[in-house]
């Protein structure tokens, strides 16, 4: 029987040793993991490695980050994201309505051929908080007063001592999005938005000749279901969305189900155009994520393999179209706690051991995970 063991150690004789906090950061990240057989009573190590976390993903992580990676690659026109909007925390009522256009919020349809049945007076955008997690942080607006307002709240709220914080945590300050509503979204068991969580993974190689990165997709998607479905009037001219109907990712357990994209019938012709999608993104991104890897090659010990795993969330419209909304680095895993289903756990499970497989032998071979470019179909 094979099987992978990890703990929190390295040789202190293959650490660096920068006096700089920075350096002692990326000391605390590292993580060793073995290879085991056994074999009676006996237990053999096939491989050991050390890793470190990449910076593969740091364009992507914040929300803010994200927009601006797209539009630094110069890809924000492909429509890989949602249309966005940034703001800063300390925006002014007129610089609202000087930045919104006429008070136009930004839609799907106001770049592409997407049809929507959505008319300039019940048009929701999305605000979100530069931090906040989990459905949290996330409102829905229909005008500048109402965006302004939710501005205005959070800063009074949170105080001038919450932004020092972030800039000591962040090296900045990050900027509120606002966002185009995935409208009308793909609904499914009775009328219910959600999204998909996938997993893309960064692994840096390194040669005396050369210091690469090589991404990966796992094939293990998860789908994060609403907890209510949504109602006709939600297309008409409300006051307010219904959090429960259209927050497909909250934090707390009744709002919550998770299941796999294999387990559903009516999601399974869309897993190819997904894969594809992701693939697509993540390659248009490379030589800005090979940039980041290049510059932060130096601060880790030759002997540490770096890697950076992203949970990538997608939303899809009802015409089948994918939008990628965020990319949360290094996710959590839930808890028995969460109420999965005990296929979940498995699939979670299988997970950990694919990725600590791919770690240790540098090799997707036997696990989920396939290369990004050998989603791309072969040009004849």
């Known amino acids: 029987m094979t099987r992978v063991s990890s703990r929190q150690e390295l040789p202190s004789s293959q650490l660096p040793d920068p006096p ?57 026109h492909l429509e890989y994201a949602p249309p966005s909007i940034l703001l800063r925390w300390d925006t002014t009522l007129q610089e609202c309505q000087n930045i919104i256009v006429n008070g136009t919020l930004p839609t799907l349809n106001s770049t592409t051929t997407e049809e929507t049945t959505t008319t300039p007076t019940t048009v929701f955008a999305v605000l979100k908080e530069p931090l906040s997690k989990k459905g ?23 105080g001038d001592d919450f932004l020092t914080e972030v800039m000591e945590q962040k090296g900045r300050i990050p900027m509120w999005i606002l966002q185009a509503e995935i409208h009308p979204a793909m609904l499914i068991r009775d009328s219910k938005k959600f999204h998909i969580r996938t997993y893309v993974m960064a692994v840096e190689t390194r040669t005396a000749e050369s210091h690469e990165v090589n991404l990966y997709l796992y094939h293990g998607h998860e789908v994060r279901i609403a907890a209510e479905p949504t109602a006709p009037e939600d297309d008409l001219a ?73 949970g990538v969330d997608c939303m899809m419209t009802a015409s089948g179209k994918w939008y990628l909304l965020e990319v949360n680095k290094n996710p959590d895993t839930p808890s028995r706690e969460d109420g999965l289903s005990q296929e979940f756990q498995h699939h979670l499970v299988t997970f950990c051991n694919d990725m600590q497989q791919l770690l240790t032998t540098s090799s997707e071979e036997g696990t989920q995970f396939v290369k990004l470019e050998d989603l791309i179909p072969k040009q004849k």
């Open 20 to 76: 700089s906090s920075k350096s002692k950061k990326l000391r605390d990240a590292h993580l060793c993991l073995d290879l085991l057989q056994h074999e009676g009573d006996k237990t053999l190590r096939l491989v050991q490695s050390h890793h470190g976390i990449s910076a593969a993903l740091d364009g992507l992580e914040d929300k803010d980050e994200l927009v601006r990676t797209f539009q630094r690659c110069r890809i924000d």
């Open 136 to 158: 949290e942080g996330i409102h829905f607006v229909r005008n500048v007063q109402e965006i302004h307002t939710v501005l205005e709240q959070h800063r009074q709220t949170k």
């Open 238 to 310: 409300t006051p307010s969305r219904r959090r429960e109907a259209h927050i497909t990712n909250a934090s707390s357990v009744q709002h919550r189900e998770r299941v796999l994209l294999s387990q559903m019938d009516e999601l399974n012709e869309y897993q190819p155009s997904l894969e594809l999608f992701i693939a697509s993104a993540f390659l248009r991104l490379l030589p800005d994520i090979t940039r980041r890897v290049a510059v932060s090659a130096h601060e880790c010990s030759e002997h540490i393999q770096k890697h950076v795993l992203g």
